[in-house]
């Protein structure tokens, strides 16, 4: 079955920069999907950072823009996140996901990944 | 920027109840809906997706409706594992989420 799995440091420095990959099994990165991230502040809601597609492709939040860059290694099947110039405000689980881009469920998020805590602090 | 707005933001409800959880668009998004469900220390699980298609493996008490702007997540009889958080999300633009209603059991 499809399996997403991300990886990084768990605590990154203020004005820093934030680094995670997500690693995809079961699923080749080159299928017709865009590969997210989305992230959920402590105890708070969820928020769509960004996605790539295989080709390069990507859409940014709005409000993330500035600071974040996604990119894909279709050698290594799998996906980058970096979130620069991080502050406390960044603190957040950081999840990977599958976002289906045809077919009946076009746009939901289908599979997930388990989630990695990063904490900005010095 | 289209925004998500959920309601309630929390419940208490009881086993065998009927829920209705409410997400409203604030612009049309025709059926562009999703559902999750995410309980404690997990990532979000879809639920829905179209608005009112049921993912594989979710238990049919699960249903949503609506389009355009009002959407609604329906839970037919209320089961302890439900107790989670679930959050509406919208595929008609970049995608956005709605902030959320906690459901908890009586």
């Known amino acids: 079955q499809v399996q997403l799995q991300e990886s990084g440091p768990g605590l990154v420095k203020p004005s820093g920069t934030l680094s995670l990959t997500c690693t995809v099994s079961g699923d080749s990165i080159s299928s017709n999907n865009w590969w997210s991230w989305v992230r959920q502040p402590p105890g708070k809601g969820l928020e769509w950072i960004g996605e790539?597609?295989?080709?390069?492709?990507?859409n940014y939040n709005p409000s993330l823009k500035s600071r974040v860059t996604i990119s894909v290694d279709k050698s290594k099947n799998h996906f980058s996140l970096k979130l620069s110039s991080v502050t406390a405000a960044d603190t957040a689980i950081y999840y990977c996901g599958r976002k289906r881009n045809s077919g009946s469920n076009s746009g939901a998020f289908d599979i997930w990944g388990q989630g990695t805590m990063v904490t900005v602090s010095s | 920027d289209i925004q998500m707005t959920q309601s309630p933001s929390s419940l208490s409800a009881s086993v065998g109840d009927r829920v209705t959880i409410i997400c409203r668009a604030s612009q049309s998004i025709s059926s562009s809906l999703n559902w999750y469900q995410q309980k404690p220390g997990k990532a979000p699980k879809l639920l829905i997706y179209a608005a009112s298609s049921l993912q594989s493996g979710v238990p049919s008490r699960f249903s949503g409706s609506g389009s355009g702007t009002d959407f609604t997540l329906t839970v037919s009889s209320l089961q302890p594992e439900d107790s989670a958080t679930y959050y509406c999300?919208?595929?008609?633009?970049?995608?956005?989420f709605g902030g959320g209603t906690k459901v908890e059991i009586k």
């Open positions: 790539i597609y295989h080709s390069g492709s990507s």
């Open positions: 999300q919208q595929s008609y633009s970049t995608p956005g």
